[in-house]
């Protein structure tokens, strides 16, 4: 097979430095499967490992791009057959394996997801880390007693993402969704997303938060961490839930047991990575591909060719990207 581009991040003494670079197949990590990797994304992780922002890199150099979807083009496993259309995201993909940011991947077979019906290569990169994030976040939600009558859930970086497709998926299913932002001029795309109601963060009173506030939210998804967190810990119904899957505005957490003893509120890690089981993957795939599907994904996302990668990077560390970019492999 002839040589293939991929962009390599490598790390340097003082950050990073990224450029297009000529692979073959046997340069490639091990792993069962070989993909043509026809669709990627670009989330806020693959922005800080090519940015050199975050120590994220597990390698000196690695191609990046924690999400793919693509072909199989061979399989050492039975579970895969030449011609199969799968996704994988997350796992150790652009950070300690070769990711997919190329027009090739090899990958462990037990990291592939055929792709369930009702979903094309292109949606699966449209929802990748960040919607499979988000359906994680409801189904497990969901598990802890979740539903559209119990009253409206907050969904904080709203315009994000994971946010962006939270609301979509929640509203679909018949909630209340309030959509929490520090951009006033998103008002319009949240509501388009299906939120009902907009909320501004510089409308909270974050200096004075009170151990127990007006019960409020039945369920609530947060993608920043900090304070906004430890608000709406406070402002929980009865048995409400809060799924906690970032930490952009801080890793702390400053905040008492009294939400979870005396209303019996649950706080819920949501691990994309490394925590699901097989099983609960393709679930949550499946969901997606399902009612948990946005009839606006197409609306919610940008595709940009392979090319102009490195121009988005920036944008997503200054907070300048609304929705999902799917970069397209073979443009």
């Given at each position: ?127 990748g880390t960040a919607g499979y ?9 969901e598990h802890n007693g979740l ?37 006033a001029e998103g008002a319009g ?143």
């Open positions: 097979m002839d040589k293939f581009k991929a962009f390599l991040i490598t790390q340097q003494d003082k950050g990073v430095k990224c450029a297009y670079t000529d692979f073959a197949l046997e340069d490639l990590d091990p792993g069962e499967v070989v993909i043509r990797v026809a669709y990627s994304d670009v989330n806020y992780k693959d922005a800080l490992a090519a940015t050199g922002k975050g120590r994220i890199l597990l390698r000196t150099a690695c191609i990046g791009g924690i999400d793919l979807a693509g072909t199989v083009v061979s399989s050492a496993d039975a579970r895969l057959s030449k011609g199969d259309a799968v996704l994988a995201v997350g796992h150790e993909l652009g950070v300690k394996h070769h990711g997919g940011y190329a027009e090739y991947a090899r990958i462990p077979a037990n990291w592939a997801v055929k792709l369930p019906r009702g979903l094309t290569l292109w949606e699966a990169m449209a929802f994030t988000a359906g994680l976040a409801v189904v497990k939600m539903n559209p009558a119990g009253g409206p859930v907050i969904v904080n970086g709203a315009t994000g993402g994971v946010g962006s497709i939270a609301i979509a998926a929640l509203a679909k299913l018949g909630y209340h969704v309030v959509a929490l932002t520090g951009k795309y949240l509501k388009k997303l299906g939120a009902a109601e907009v909320k501004l963060r510089s409308e909270l009173d974050l200096s004075n938060i009170r151990p127990l506030d007006k019960a409020t939210w039945q369920g609530a998804v947060d993608s920043l961490g900090g304070e906004v967190l430890a608000w709406m810990a406070s402002s929980m119904k009865f048995n409400g839930v809060i799924a906690s899957i970032g930490l952009a505005a801080g890793f702390t957490l400053n905040t008492t047991v009294m939400p979870f003893i005396l209303r019996g509120v649950s706080l819920l890690g949501i691990n994309s990575t490394d925590a699901p089981s097989a099983d609960l993957e393709r679930r949550v795939w499946e969901r997606l591909a399902g009612d948990l599907k946005p009839a606006g994904l197409k609306e919610m996302a940008k595709t940009i060719p392979f090319g102009e990668l490195p121009k988005v990077f920036d944008d997503f560390i200054s907070a300048n990207v609304t929705g999902r970019i799917v970069v397209d492999l073979n443009a």
